[in-house]
């Protein structure tokens, strides 16, 4: 009995953590048939492609595959890009085949991805704050600092934009109200910066040196809390 | 005596106005140029923005505290320090701008 059950936990572990092949080899057709010009065949982007906006090193991307699957359905407009540069596929690929080419993303590029955000979130050591506190530090922060790029509402109308709008090189800050991540992605992506996680530029910048853990993961919370959903 | 102590007042204040320099800082690269500072109490910083984006100098140093807001690309701001006390100057958007201003 305990051999058979032994067995049986072995084979649903494996159906878990195993995508199927065909389904794999279908996401990775379709990957070179349509995502390879820009992100490059290794999702490192292709280096020979002249886009304003440089395409993400998907390689580096902190976005779990389910993410994924929604940003290549959608496009990245839906979820808070300034420009549809990362179009929607749903007009053109079935649910299935999105999942397929996110998965392919994941299991061959961004095979790091989780044991990365793993160590880093264990190495932060932000205090446990109540949620009131975490608002009042967060909001401040926001204010003093986010905000002058995402706007006050964070939907990334803001002053700056105005006034550097004209700079060829000058990425527009995301409309964080349709951001598709977690507070835990939100913390690691203010701490280390969006050039970390992918970006091309360093125009959402690292924030590590100026504020601790603890007012990092405060301006996540607030974000998350406060923000994120309010369009 | 009342007319040479309000002689010698007047004097002493023409002589600090008349003492006290102007200082450049440019906000070049992300980066002031230079990034350190020595001052003297009425002294005036003027901030340069040669960037082709904007930036926003400020201090949280209470005894010299000021907040330029937003300073689009070719436009100049100015503080005056008020406070014998060293602060830092820091960007509100960049930050891994820092200007270190001692005040002697």
């Known amino acids: ?231 | 005596m009342k007319k040479i102590v309000t002689t010698l007042c007047i004097a002493a204040t023409l002589s600090v106005g008349l003492s006290a320099k102007n200082w450049v800082i440019n906000q070049k690269g992300k980066t002031f140029i230079p990034s350190k500072l020595t001052v003297h109490v009425g002294d005036t910083i003027t901030f340069e923005n040669s960037d082709p984006f904007a930036h926003n100098a400020y201090t949280d140093d209470e005894a010299n505290e000021f907040d330029v807001g937003m300073q689009p690309t070719g436009k100049e701001t100015h503080m005056k320090v008020k406070s014998k006390e060293s602060f830092n100057v820091e960007c509100a958007i960049h930050p891994n701008m820092l200007l270190e201003v001692t005040v002697q």
């Open chain 1, 1 to 231: 009995m305990n051999k058979f059950t032994g067995i049986l936990s072995v084979l649903l572990a494996l159906s878990f953590n195993t995508y199927a092949s065909d389904d794999l080899a279908e996401g990775k057709r379709l990957y070179t048939e349509t995502c390879v010009s820009c992100h490059g065949i290794s999702g490192e982007t292709n280096a020979d492609m002249h886009l304003i906006v440089k395409p993400r090193r998907l390689k580096d991307s902190i976005l779990s595959s389910n993410q994924m699957a929604k940003i290549i359905s959608k496009g990245g407009h839906a979820y808070g890009a300034h420009s549809d540069i990362m179009p929607a596929f749903n007009y053109v690929y079935e649910k299935k085949q999105i999942e397929n080419i996110a998965e392919y993303v994941s299991q061959t590029f961004n095979t790091k991805r989780d044991a990365k955000v793993k160590k880093l979130l264990s190495k932060s050591d932000a205090k446990k704050l109540d949620a009131k506190k975490m608002h009042k530090i967060g909001k401040k922060i926001f204010k003093r600092n986010c905000s002058l790029c995402h706007g006050l509402k964070g939907d990334g109308k803001s002053i700056y934009v105005e006034e550097s709008k004209n700079n060829k090189e000058f990425l527009f800050p995301y409309d964080l109200r349709k951001t598709i991540m977690d507070e835990d992605q939100i913390f690691l992506i203010v701490k280390y910066g969006a050039h970390y996680w992918g970006a091309d530029k360093e125009d959402m910048p690292s924030w590590k040196k100026k504020y601790d853990d603890t007012k990092l993961r405060s301006v996540a919370h607030f974000v998350k809390t406060k923000i994120v959903g309010t369009d």
